[in-house]
């Protein structure tokens, strides 16, 4: 049960014992099957980063975020290097598989190893990482090292909520709708009502499963198309529990 009555006759939370703490994300590489997650290098990552970047001809990738697009790799350059390499958030550059080439960002924020919560956000995917098996093992690598090797209790999703690709991504993705912050904060001189989505550990492997059988090579045909959906997967998965 998730509660229960003190002495008091209170309905307080249920106890967490032993326990002390997750461990603060590391900065190594994460390696799948179809891409490999590495610290962000601006000297090594930034010139492919923003080629891949420079496909999205009308900028709407960035719509969503606080910075970007860039018309010039000077003005991204600066602005990895001043953001993306402190220790506040972590971010990581997505390295495809077949091309070995940067292809997106992504990052760990609000890291709270005390209450063992942590966010995945910033998630910045060029056209040549999108809709592909490395962008979503991207993610569930994420997750594995979040839940699995740091002992996280909770995973967040976080996205202004008119952004309809983010919000479909984190259903996709085995997160649960918690609920909307209005008037959350403001950003490129416009509202933003922040929508909120998280799993917890307790979920955790119930999600695990389900994308541990979708990046599998039997749930891809010959043209490389997925055979079982994600969400299907996690969903029947959530129901075995």
Known sequence: MNERTNELGQLIGFPVEGWAGAERPKR?????????LEPIDADRHG?????????DT??????YLPVGPFDSFDKFDKWMRAFCLGDEFLFFTVIDGQSGKAVG????????????????????????LQRTPASTEAM??????????????????????LNAPSNAAAKRLGFLYEGLFRQAT???GRNRDTTWYSIIDSEWPAVKRGFEKWLAPENFDADGKQTARLSALIEA???EQ
């Open 105 to 128: 960002i992504a990052s760990y924020l609000r890291i709270d190893p005390a209450n063992g919560s942590i966010e995945v956000g910033f998630i910045s995917f060029s056209p040549a």
């Open 47 to 55: 010139p492919e980063l923003f080629e891949a970047y420079s496909a």
């Open 140 to 161: 569930y690598l994420m997750m594995a090292r979040a839940f699995d090797e740091l002992g996280y209790r909770r995973y967040e999703w976080k996205c202004d909520s």
């Open 186 to 188: 403001m950003y490129k």
């Open 237 to 239: 998965a959530r129901g």
């Open 28 to 36: 190594t590489p994460m390696t799948g099957r179809y891409c490999r």
């Open 58 to 63: 009308d900028g709407r990738n960035w719509t």
